[in-house]
């Protein structure tokens, strides 16, 4: 098995990793990413003037309903029973930005880390179907795991290095 490497056997195969002997603790994941985009979609956004909706409320599901799908889409993730998701949005007018924060939360023997930044990969590209009539230049950006909390590793801190 490579180093530092859970998802291989000792042949090198693709595999799921055995959870069967972990304890069940809590379990909590946080990510963030932002959408960089015009004036005209934050104003629209703002006064909930695009035609496909209120934006931020259909981001929020999606975000929502994608975590509860990561191991539909992510081929090594475990399924899981979430005990709580949020998605919430921080919009920042001078740098035409809107930044997504997405927290999971769980009683289980695996983290959450892949479900947070699945929502939060989901509620922006929710964004940016929404508002690609308008300006089709928006730019994901700057997705990572904020911090997690629970299980045999220490909690992680996202530091910003590199």
């Known amino acids: 098995m490579a180093q530092g490497f859970t998802h291989f056997d000792e042949k090198g195969n693709a595999v799921m990793v055995d959870v069967t002997d972990k304890s069940v603790t809590a379990r909590t994941a946080v990510a963030e990413g932002t959408i960089l985009c015009s004036e005209a979609i934050i104003e629209a956004v703002l006064s909930q003037n695009i035609k496909k909706g209120d934006v931020l409320g259909v981001a929020r599901v999606a975000g929502i309903m994608a975590v509860k799908q990561t191991s539909q889409l992510i081929p090594m993730c475990h399924p899981l029973l979430i ?8 919009i920042d007018k001078e740098r035409s930005a809107i930044k997504a924060v997405c927290t999971v939360k769980i009683e289980g023997k695996t983290g959450v880390e892949m479900e947070a930044l699945t929502g939060v990969n989901i ?6 179907d929404m508002c690609k009539a308008v300006d089709k230049r928006m730019v994901l950006t700057d997705i990572h795991l904020v911090e997690k909390h629970g299980g045999k590793s220490a909690d992680f801190y996202f530091d910003g290095a590199k």
């Open 123 to 128: 509620a922006l590209l929710t964004i940016y």
């Open 83 to 90: 005990s709580k998701v949020s998605v919430d949005f921080e």
